[in-house]
């Protein structure tokens, strides 16, 4: 009894502690992926949360001085509350330049921390801490959650508030009542644990809608991934073609290398459908994608056009030699072959070249491509089993 009662507790502490690390940091997640996506967002929401503390402090001290004004308060309240407000104001506006979740952070602690050092100077000025002073306490520790924090932040901002205050009212002995002392330790406890609960559940609240988020965006990439895939073969569609066309060509623009594109044909198809069938046919077109992706090298984008017509993309000078070695593959291929003895695959392909400097469209290039893909294919007489090739060079 005495080892489960230990195990149970083990087991309880190590769950407190691992909820702990959750509220730790914002952007602290199990996955690098997730929390690289977080930090994005926290950066956003970090910059969005400074500015409106610093607004809502400039606003709340504006009407501060304006309120010590008219009441006739001491000339030391008015200039402190209005030099505090335009520094609040300064730093919403510099929070817009700022680029880094880290710096972000560090302009909200020191505006937090100056003003409190202020209202210490303000009491000690006093000698004693009226109920404004007070209030102004309480409004400080308030503030806290306008700000996205993680426990760790909101933990060092009410440590440092709280040392300022009650390491500066305790070292001026006989300054401040026991009474003042006791009221400003209940006022700085009280409105710390209330802040630091609304920032752990704002934390929770936003690690889900975070996670939630995250995975939205991973559902819907891969509903866009599939929409732009071949379904038969795995391959490219049409649609992707379109779509990236000038995307690639803007890179082999910047790489400052040849733009190879081929269309490839897969001779007598529709007689390997009608005398195969359309079983045979499909496997053909899913083991001619299988044998070219394999060979890729990274720079390549096959795209199924239609029926059993690819485009392919590559950088490699010139493609030719990739096409022939796949031809071969083919020809050997143990699934074709043990599909069928009598049939031999074989492909054409038109290729098309053009430099970096040419001005070129998709229209363009596939056109080259096709007229080459047609004088490959009329050199054969029908019955071809072996492939053939036709490369022409773009003259800009």
């Not at 630091?196 to 934390?203: C, D, E, G, K, N």
């Not at 069938?277 to 496997?283: C, E, I, K, P, V």
Request: glycine content about 6%; hydrophobic content about 45%; aromatic content about 10%.
């Amino acid at each position: 009894m005495h080892h489960f009662t230990s195990g149970t507790d083990a087991g309880g502490l190590n769950q407190y502690f691992k909820k702990l690390s959750r509220l730790w940091s914002l952007s602290r997640y199990g996955q690098s992926e997730l929390s690289a996506y977080a930090e994005q967002l926290l950066y956003l929401d970090a910059r969005s949360g400074v500015i409106l503390l610093c607004s809502v402090t400039f606003l709340l001290l504006g009407s501060s001085a304006l309120l010590y004004a008219l009441l006739g308060f001491d000339q030391i309240y008015i200039y402190t509350s209005g030099l505090l407000g335009f520094l609040a104001l300064h730093l919403a506006i510099s929070a817009r330049t700022v680029n880094d979740t880290k710096v972000l952070y560090l302009l909200g602690i020191t505006l937090i921390v100056i003003v409190g050092v202020a209202f210490v100077l303000l009491a000690h000025h006093s000698q004693g801490f009226t109920a404004e002073l007070f209030s102004s306490v309480v409004l400080l520790f308030l503030l806290l959650p306008l700000v996205p924090w993680g426990l760790r932040e909101a933990l060092i901002i009410v440590l440092l508030i709280y040392l300022v205050f009650t390491l500066s009212t305790l070292t001026v002995e006989g300054r401040f009542s026991n009474q003042t002392l006791w009221t400003l330790q209940f006022v700085m406890v009280g409105s710390a644990l209330t802040s630091l609960t609304v920032i752990a559940r704002s934390i929770l609240v936003r690690k889900h809608d975070v996670l939630t988020r995250f995975e939205l965006e991973k559902a819907r990439h891969r509903m866009e991934l599939l929409s732009l895939k071949d379904p038969l073969t795995g391959a490219w569609n049409r649609r992707f073609l379109e779509q990236r066309f000038p995307e690639f060509l803007e890179k082999y623009r910047e790489q400052q290398q040849p733009f190879h594109f081929a269309l490839i044909d897969i001779d007598n198809f529709k007689r390997i459908n009608d005398t195969q069938g359309h079983d045979y046919g499909d496997l053909v077109l899913k083991r001619l994608v299988a044998n070219l992706v394999t060979r890729f090298s990274g720079g390549e984008h096959l795209v199924r056009v239609g029926g059993d017509e690819f485009a392919l993309m590559c950088d490699c000078d010139p493609p030719t030699v990739l096409l022939q070695r796949v031809s071969e593959a083919l020809k050997t291929d143990p699934e074709l072959f043990g599909a069928s003895a009598d049939i031999q695959v074989s492909i054409s392909a038109g290729i098309a070249t053009f430099e970096p400097q040419d001005d070129i469209s998709l229209e363009t290039i596939y056109r080259e491509a096709d007229k080459a893909l047609y004088r490959a294919k009329a050199r054969g007489d029908g019955s071809r089993r072996d492939s053939g090739y036709e490369h022409v060079l773009h003259q800009a």
